[in-house]
């Protein structure tokens, strides 16, 4: 298994934002079960999550459960991310070998991946979503020295996401059977990430 730290991340957006993750606690369960149930988010996968706590029906005190989770047992490290000490957001980094995606071989499993959920109330610019991300893929690559990929997983219906990977540089290397979703696995190596970075980093300005 391996190590998940305790991630707290800053960053000072382009037009004066700061945006900022941080562990997410039990007590946060609430807020987060709340943004996993909106009518209009398609493709999160609320219910593969919760299931590992056990049958439905699920609630917040589910969501409370699922992060009061061992690491071991969780595989992945839950984050909360904040604008301007507001938050938005809700992320998953995880370890390819920690993950459903563990028996695919086309990549490392000290690969680095994460899943990402932007409160849809919060109408946060695509813009600023865009540059939350591109530092999301720095931090892995900085935290992780191991790892000579950065992954993705989404659900090959999610057309948006897949865009987001595309834009990042990321390459479809599999389409994986999960037992919630047909998936596209995508990837970004270290070194291509490197070559891409600066392109990404003129984008942002614009």
Known sequence: MRRHPDLRRSLRLRHGQTFAWRPAAPVDAAMIWTWWTRPDLTYWGTAPRLGRIGPPPYDAGTVRQYLEL?????????????????????????????????????????????????????????????????????????????????????????????????????RQVAVVELPHKTASLVAISRADWSARREQLAAVIRR
Do not use: C, Q
Not at 71 to 93: F, H, K, M
Not at 114 to 131: G, K, M, Q, W
Not at 132 to 139: A, H, P, Q, T
């Open 70 to 170: 061992p690491p071991e047992r969780l595989g992945v490290t839950p984050l909360v991310g904040a604008l301007d000490g507001t938050p938005v957001a809700y992320a998953e980094t995880y370890a390819k070998g920690d993950s459903p995606l563990a028996s695919v071989p086309v990549i490392e499993d000290s690969a680095r991946g994460s899943h990402l959920l932007v409160d849809p109330v919060a109408r946060v610019d695509r813009r600023i979503v865009f540059e939350i991300v591109v530092d999301g893929v720095d931090w892995s690559f900085e935290t992780w020295p191991e790892a000579d990929h950065y992954i993705g997983d989404p659900d090959v219906r999610n057309r948006s996401m897949l865009h987001l990977h595309s834009m990042l540089g990321m």
